[in-house]
């Protein structure tokens, strides 16, 4: 037989009060990938738009909070972006893919 002590038992541990969730503050600035887009449109770069100036441009003209957190979401960003063939790099640099145009009848 297994004899369980009372007290242990008692001792079981309580619930922790859930604490309410703040509502996610909406940031001053659109999407990652939207701004990439508009800073490579921007730049007019002929080889391409580096990663570093993009960030430049990104910082400079929108309302992003921290530069070193902007970093890393255009360093994930880009890299989403290669992945959906929306840029297209370009030894060490991104541009974007050209447009079919529609053949006309």
Do not use: C, T, W
Not at 26 to 52: F, N
Not at 77 to 102: D, I, N, Q, T, Y
């Amino acid at each position: 037989y297994i004899i369980i002590n009372m007290a242990d038992a008692a001792k079981a541990p309580a619930k922790k009060a859930v604490k309410a969730k703040k509502p996610a503050v909406k940031p001053a600035h659109p999407p990652y990938q939207v701004m990439i887009v508009a800073a490579i449109k921007a730049l007019k770069e002929r080889g391409g738009s580096s990663r570093k100036a993009i960030l430049k441009y990104i910082v400079a003209n929108n309302k992003v909070a921290d530069a070193a957190k902007a970093q890393v979401r255009v360093k994930l960003a880009v890299r989403k972006m290669l992945a959906a063939k929306k840029l297209v790099p370009v030894k060490g640099s991104f541009k974007l893919p050209k447009e079919e145009k529609a053949a006309k009848p």
